[in-house]
Every structure is written in structure tokens, then in C-alpha cells.
């Protein structure tokens, strides 16, 4: 599949979940991940904004697509799959992506970007060499513990 001409991969949505106001759920309430908490978001009538309404679905369709690769495999996981396990309906998964391919893109881009910041902020330049590697190892493996599928 090519990406729409001019299309970017990872939307301004995508790009600030974690980081904006866009953040719709509670401590409570969250599952926290390297896309930035999810939570279902409550059926009928609510003081949701549009913008927060698809930032919740757009963590929860690549958070879908994340766990049904590390279970399945890319070629194996269709968009039914997908759309199940981010409790969204196939037409929402289409507003957000043209497809398969550009949701896993984005979802890459989501994890690679919060990993290297996790990474980034563990250096210390005034670290010698061996605790400086030591300190950058901690960060990688604590991030990729905490959320082995990204």
C-alpha cells in the first residue's frame, strides 16, 4: 500500500498524545503505554471534546494493531482484528488511516519518538563513559519492560 501523496503518517494528534491536553483519561482510569494512556471512552451523551474523542480512538487503534502484530504477525493481522481490539468500528480506523501500512508506520513513529525522549533524558553530560552507557542501557531496557509490544 502507498501512502496518500502528501499525507502525513503521523498526524498532530498522534504526534502530542502524551504531551497536550488531548489526554482524555485519568490516572485511574489509564493504561499508560508508549502511545500515551487509552481508556475506552464512555457510550451516549458526553462533555468530550471531537479532538479528544480521536486522540482516544487513535491510541487505541495502534495499540491494537501493536498487540495483534506481536501476537499474529504483520502479514497475519487484518483490519477486523485491528478494529476489535481497539473497540472501534472499521470506518473510524479508516478516518484515522488509509490503511494497515500507515497505521503501523505511525505507530512505529510514536514508540521510536518516545523511546529515544525516555533515552534522551537519561544522558547526563557530565557522566563519564561507563555511566553514561550504563544510565542510556537502564532507560532502554526500563522502557522496553514496561511495555514490551512497542
Request: glycine letters at 8%; aromatic letters at 6%; proline letters at 5%.
Amino acid at each position: 500500500m502507498t501512502l496518500h501523496q502528501g499525507h502525513d503518517p503521523v498526524p498532530r494528534e498522534a504526534r502530542d498524545i502524551g504531551t497536550t491536553s488531548v489526554d482524555v483519561v485519568t490516572e485511574e482510569n489509564a493504561r499508560a503505554s508508549l502511545f500515551g494512556p487509552a481508556s475506552t471512552l464512555p457510550r451516549g451523551p458526553h462533555t468530550l471534546s471531537r479532538e479528544e474523542v480521536a486522540a482516544s480512538q487513535r491510541v487505541r487503534i495502534m495499540e491494537g494493531l501493536v498487540s495483534a502484530v506481536a501476537e499474529h504477525g504483520y502479514p497475519a493481522v487484518g483490519i477486523g482484528e485491528i478494529v476489535r481490539r481497539a473497540g472501534v468500528s472499521r470506518r473510524t480506523f479508516y478516518e484515522h488511516f488509509a490503511g494497515k501500512e500507515e497505521c503501523f508506520l505511525a505507530s512505529y513513529e510514536v514508540a521510536a519518538r518516545e523511546l529515544r525522549r525516555r533515552i534522551e533524558s537519561a544522558i547526563d553530560p557530565a557522566a563519564d563513559w561507563t555511566t553514561l552507557v550504563g544510565s542510556v542501557l537502564h532507560a532502554y531496557l526500563s522502557a522496553l519492560t514496561e511495555d514490551p509490544l512497542a
